[in-house]
T-cell receptor
Framework: DAEITQSPRHKITETGRQVTLACHQTWNHNNMFWYRQDLGHGLRLIHYSYGVQDTNKGEVSDGYSVSRSNTEDLPLTLESAASSQTSVYFC?????????FGPGTRLTVL | AQTVTQSQPEMSVQEAETVTLSCTYDTSESDYYLFWYKQPPSRQMILVIRQEAYKQQNATENRFSVNFQKAAKSFSLKISDSQLGDAAMYFCAYGAGNMLTFGGGTRLMVKP
């Protein structure tokens, strides 16, 4: 079955540290996305990719970067974590006309 | 840029009654999808219903149905025979090019 794996599920880090959140897919889809959700709000798009070596900025990309060296992975890096980046991060499983969201990665920046 | 607006931060419904959640969106595209997602306290986003913009017929999934008004750019969700398990955050989302734009959400409370 096609799966998506986000890791870690929970992460606590300190301000200024570099953090990388992993997203690994087995559904062989070109498109991958990263969203963040702050408490009481909807999801907002951070970065996305339509294929290997393709990356694009979303609505809230400042302070984040992604790389796409293969089809399966789209790691999200916080170059210097800030308290404002405390949030839940989602990398959904993508089908041609839908996205399926898992529980995400809860990141706390102290 | 597309925007999605949910004007009701909170709604309340009596168990077994019907409630309608509102959503409006702004786009210049003609081909797109609209979604309603449910998010319980576990924070997992659960797809409730999907509507293709080219379809005039409103989508229905059991107790959930939509009223899609393309010209008005309106996409409301009707929940019939509300159940306690329907209590959650509900998010309206617009999708084009496989990318989603979400509204701010509506918290639905169900009273026994």
């Amino acid at each position: 079955d096609a799966e998506i794996t986000q890791s870690p599920r929970h992460k606590i880090t300190e301000t200024g540290r570099q953090v990388t959140l992993a997203c690994h897919q087995t559904w062989n889809h070109n498109n991958m996305f990263w969203y963040r959700q702050d408490l009481g709000h909807g999801l907002r798009l951070i970065h996305y990719s339509y294929g290997v070596q393709d990356t694009n900025k979303g609505e809230v990309s400042d302070g984040y970067s992604v790389s796409r060296s293969n089809t399966e992975d789209l790691p999200l890096t916080l170059e210097s974590a800030a308290s404002s980046q405390t949030s839940v991060y989602f990398c959904p499983r993508v089908s041609p006309c839908e996205q399926f969201f898992g529980p995400g990665t809860r990141l706390t920046v102290l | 840029a597309q925007t999605v607006t949910q004007s009701q931060p909170e709604m309340s419904v009596q168990e077994a009654e019907t409630v309608t959640l509102s959503c409006t969106y702004d786009t210049s595209e003609s081909d797109y999808y609209l979604f309603w997602y449910k998010q319980p306290p576990s924070r997992q986003m659960i797809l409730v219903i999907r509507q293709e913009a080219y379809k005039q017929q409103n989508a229905t999934e059991n107790r959930f149905s939509v009223n899609f008004q393309k010209a008005a750019k309106s996409f409301s969700l009707k929940i019939s025979d509300s159940q306690l398990g329907d209590a959650a955050m509900y998010f309206c989302a617009y999708g084009a090019g496989n990318m989603l734009t979400f509204g701010g959400g509506t918290r639905l409370m169900v009273k026994p």
